[in-house]
Every structure is written in C-alpha cells, then in structure tokens.
C-alpha cells in the first residue's frame, strides 16, 4: 500500500523551506476554501436552481442563470480540486495523518459527486432528459450540503491540530 504522507513529504519539506508562517499553514486551507464553499458554491447552486425553477416563469432569468452556473461549476470544481489537494499538503506540513479525519472523507466525496454531476452535464444529460437533470439537481445539493458539513469537520479539524 503506497504510504501518501510519505510520497508528498518531498514537496511539503521545500513549502516549510520557504518559512511560511504556522498560522498560514494551519488556517491558510480554511480560510480559502471558505470562501470558495460558501462564496461561489453557494452562487454556483442557487443559479442552478433558479436556472430550472425559473424556466416555466421567466425564460430569460431562467437562461441567465443557467449561462451562470454552466460558466462557474467547472471552476468551482477546480478550485475545490485545487483546495483539496492544498488541503492534503497542509496536513503533510503538519505532520499530521491524511486518512484518518471525517473532513478527508467529505472532501473525497464531495469531488466524486461533483465529478459525476460534470459528467452527467457533459453527456448533454444523455439527450436532454428530464430524469437525468433532475438527478444532477440534487446530486448537486447533496453535495453542497456535504460541502458545508465539510466546513464544520474542517472547522473541529483545525481547533484539534
């Protein structure tokens, strides 16, 4: 079994070589992905909602919302990718194990959902199906859900280190 502390330690030894502060190892992810979190993961799926909720009621607000969230769902899965691979390095740096915490857990399963739900919108919802837009409608919540008890496990992560 590959040990990954072990793997990453090359790269997190030449990050503490560049001295960067305790608390900015330690909070930096936090602080960040909060942002990203509640910030544009918030937008991303209420645009979605409001793309499919508005589309009998007002077409044009509907299609406005749904140009937004189709132009920032792959960033936000991006930068969620991004912050949990930063969020990995920062528990290197710490010396701290990766696999053990709930947060790891809800972080990996928040990016499969997510990469699933891209997949499914990618496949043009397999002719514009009505069951599969559905699915990534609340698959997506799900996830944002999971999304912000992730930010509480976060949150109890970072008091414990």
């Not at 960067?20 to 990203?36: F, N, R, S, T, Y």
């Not at 645009?47 to 919302?65: I, M, P, V, Y």
């Not at 809800?106 to 514009?128: D, E, H, K, R, Y």
């Amino acid at each position: 079994m590959v040990n990954w502390s072990e793997l990453l330690e090359p790269i997190a030894a030449w990050f503490r070589s560049l001295g960067i502060p305790e608390p900015i190892v330690h909070w930096g992810h936090p602080l960040m992905m909060a942002i990203v979190v509640f910030v544009m993961g918030s937008f991303v799926a209420l645009a979605g909602w409001r793309g499919k909720l508005l589309e009998s009621k007002d077409k044009d607000a509907a299609l406005k919302n749904r140009i937004a969230h189709r132009q920032l769902a792959p960033w936000l899965f991006l930068f969620l990718a991004s912050g949990y691979t930063g969020g990995v390095l920062s528990l290197v740096m710490q010396r701290q194990p990766i696999f053990e915490s709930p947060h790891f857990w809800t972080g990996s399963l928040v990016l499969l959902l997510l990469l699933i739900n891209g997949v499914i919108s990618l496949s043009g919802f397999a002719g514009n199906k009505k069951a599969l837009r559905a699915i990534h409608a609340y698959l997506g919540s799900v996830a944002v859900c999971i999304l912000f008890v992730h930010a509480v496990l976060g949150l109890q992560l970072g008091i414990s280190l």
